[in-house]
Structures are given as structure tokens and as C-alpha cells.
């Protein structure tokens, strides 16, 4: 019953795909009556082999707009209806010898007049279609190696197949790596039941053709075995084609026809293998570079973590050497029981934990940062009162230099979170002190600005070279002496606020490190926080 059925089907879709054709034939008998009045008339003034010459001219038309096979039925119509019509005596039989050989002649001449004719439309036709075809899988091509994303470049595809093909449905299916399948892009009426059909396909790497027939709006059923079609036909005929790159099946490329219409042509079905095989390394080509890119952040987190390891173990030994070593000798009786040295140890253990504490800070804060959950708790406080605040703190950790604050007392409030602007600068004037030599000066100058407040850190140290100001700012980037990650958390804080930071050179030698912070109106009063 099943074959019957196919059989059916298949003589259903030739008896369509013959309809123009028929049309064809139609054309070509009328066009020869409508001229034979025509030919008649003129035949009265005209010789017998000039007036055949005019239904040549008719066969010609019919064969350039139908093909070879009308013109040959319009050839042997010429013939029958100028013998009949246009050749006394009236009436099937030619009296004159010489009349049959012109209309032996016509015959001849109009039958390969007609196929050469039908050839040259057969091959314009053709032309056409491969014409169509390069260009589709041109613009395919373009949309696939376009600037767009991945799913938008299958989603233009799938539009313009539909567009192309006359589809009432078209998806592309991707494939992970267990074969499951998943949209990459649909568009138009495509039937969900064809994701089972489709799952056969990635398995056996071979096309499918899913057949639906409608049961209630929306819900589809695969025709198998010896099912019955129904009195409405069946609804849709998706084609399924493996989308192969290599050895991998890595989607499938869906079809949908409605159920009426015949299968693909072969020109069609080359251009749809085409269109598959440039999807399918497009697809590949994009599961590559996302593996790369994967590959690679592995490769940096790896080397951020031997990074990390090493400049905190670095960093790290140094203050709990200090904080060892005073602890050790607060120990001996004979330090003990001198006031003054028991007091500088205190103050070494007491500068190296701060130290310590610092860096743990930095850390923690680097990765709040880079988690998106260090936001500023902004409040309104006088930026004088903060400097200050953080420059006596800070002065204990290098009392060679000599820290200078130029911050005018008319500065309007800052919306500021307070313990995240203390780090920012408590990190600027540390990372001064590791660079600038002893004796030097370091100023912390603030001034208004363009709806801002900057602050800068300026010291007269070795510097920065140009080429290296910008990347100072990344993540352990580091010199001989820091663990490169002040001035990252820095950038990070000062940014979270709405600000800028960036390094220069200072004027005479050193390094100038300066950020903003942007101005607003309509916050809490003056007041610290009490906890990060």
C-alpha cells in the first residue's frame, strides 16, 4: 500500500510538472490559427513558398517562448492548415506536385528552424539557472563570511533560501558533539515533527524527507508505513540534508515544500548541495575558532595563575620576613628590656601587617571587580578631608619621603564612595614610594576641572617610558619591586565611578599618575563608612 502510495505521488508531481508544458502545446495550435486568416489572405499576392515563410516565423515564436516540442507540433499544424485553408481545392489533397514539394520543404526547414530555435531557449534557460544559482551561492557565501555574528549569517541564509526555492519553511539544525540538535536559525512554517527525522540524519549522514499531513492547527504527524492520506493531501514535504564538513556531520539544512509541489529539480538539488557545503564549514569553521578562543583562555588563565602564584608568593615573604624577624627579636631578653627598640619593632610589625593588609586588599578587590560586584556606595564628601586623611596614614610607610598636599579648600563635595577612593590613592602614593628615591618629594595635587575633580600623584623617580604608560594599568604588570596589582585595582575603582586614570611624565623626570572623578549634585551628607 505504501509503494502505491509513492507511486501515486510520484505521478501526481509529473502529471504538474508537465502542466506548463501542456500549456505549451495549447499555445503552439492557436498561434497557427490565429495566423492561417492571415496567410490566407496574403496567399491571394504571395507564391506558395513565400507564404509558408510566415508560419515559420511562427514557429520560431513558439519554439523560443515553449521549446523544441510545441514547435514541432506547430511545424506539422502549419503544414495541415495550409493545406486544408490556403491551397485549392479547399479541402484535405494538394492538385499541383509542386505544392507538395514547398510544403515538404517548409516542413523541413521549420523543423530545424524549431529545434535550433528550442535549443537556444534550452540553453538560455540554463544559463539562467546557473546564473541564479552562482549568484545565490555568492551572496551565500558573502552572508556566511560577513561581518555579522553566526546566527545572524545562517538566519540571512535561511531567508534568502526561502526566498529563492519558493519555501514555505526553512531551518538550519546544529549539532553538539553528542549529535543533539539545536536551532541555529528557522524561519517560516517549520515542522516541529521533523527534529526526529532530522536526529536520523545526523546519525546516518544520509538526507531525509519528512512527510506531514495536518491533524489540528498546529500539530504535525510523520506519514510512515501505511498510513492513509487524508482528503486534504498532504500538507508539507520537508527535505533533510546533512550538513557535512569533513568526516563530522555538524547540522542539517530543512526544506519545506507544501505537499503539492514537485521534488526538487537538479539544478536545484546541486545548488541546495552547494548551499549545505558552504554552511556546514561555516559552521565548522566557527566551532574551531570558538575551541581557539576557549583554548586560549585557558592558556591565559593558566599563565595568570602561575603569575598570580608567583608575584604573591613574592610579595607575601617580603612584609612576614619583616613581621618573623621583629617578632623574633621582641623574643631576646636583652631587646626586650629597652623601651625604644621595643617600640621600632612594634612599629615594623605594625607597618609590614598595613603593607600585608594591602596587599590581600588589592586581591580581594581585583576580584570583586572582575566578578561585577565592587560597586561604589557613593556619598558627597570634601575631597581635602580624604587626601589628608590617606596622606598621614600613608607618610609612616616611607618617612624618607617628604609627601606635599596641594589641595585648595574651596573644592566643592565629591559624590565619592569613601573606602574605595582611599584605596585608589593609597595604592598612587605607594606605588610613588617604591619608585621615587629617598629625599624626594611627592605631591598630591587636586583641582577642578571640566565638571571633574582630578587628582594627581606626582613623584620624581625613573618614570615611565611612553610606550608603557597605558599597560602599567593591567594586571601584573609589574616592575622589580610590586606585585602589579595596585595601580589594576585602581583603574578598576576609579572607573566604577565614572572616572579616568592614565599616567604621564613628569615635568623634569618622574612619573605623574592622575584620575578623575566626575562631579554631581543631590547626594547623602558628608559621612565614612564603616566597612568595605
Known sequence: MGNGLNLLERLAAVIRAKRGAVLGYGAAVLAVLAATPVIDFLSGYLATANSLMLYLLVVLGVASAFGLGPAVLASFAAVVTYDWCCIPPIGPGIADPAEWVALYLFLATALVAGQLAGRLRQRTEEARRRERAAVLLYQVSEMLNGPESSEQALKAVVGRLRAELNLTGCAILLADAKGRLRPGAIEGDFPVGAAETAAS?????????????PTRPGRWIRLVGSARIGPGGLSSRTFLVPLRAGDRTVGVLGLTRPGGHPPFTRDEDRTIAGVAH???QAVERARLREEAIAADV???????KTTLLHSVSHNLRTPLAAIKAAAGSLLQEEVAADPGVRRELALAIDRETDRL????ENLLDMSRLDAGVLRPNKQLYPLAELV???VARMRSLSPEHRVVVDVPDDLPPVPLDYVQVDQVLSNLLENAFKYAPPGTEVRVVARQANGTVRVSV???????PPEEQDRVFDRFYRGARGIGLGLAVARGLVEAHGGKIWAETT?????TISFTLPLAAG????SVPATR
Open 201 to 213: 540524519v545526523i546519525a546516518q549522514g544520509r538526507p531525509a524527507t519528512y512527510l506531514g499531513i
Open 278 to 280: 558552504q554552511v556546514a
Open 298 to 304: 585557558l592558556r591565559q588563565a593558566d599563565e595568570l
Open 357 to 360: 593588609n594591602r596587599i590581600i
Open 388 to 390: 589628608n586623611d590617606v
Open 458 to 464: 606626582i613623584d620624581h623617580g625613573p618614570g615611565i
Open 507 to 511: 615635568p623634569g623626570g618622574g612619573a
Open 523 to 526: 547626594l547623602a551628607e558628608p
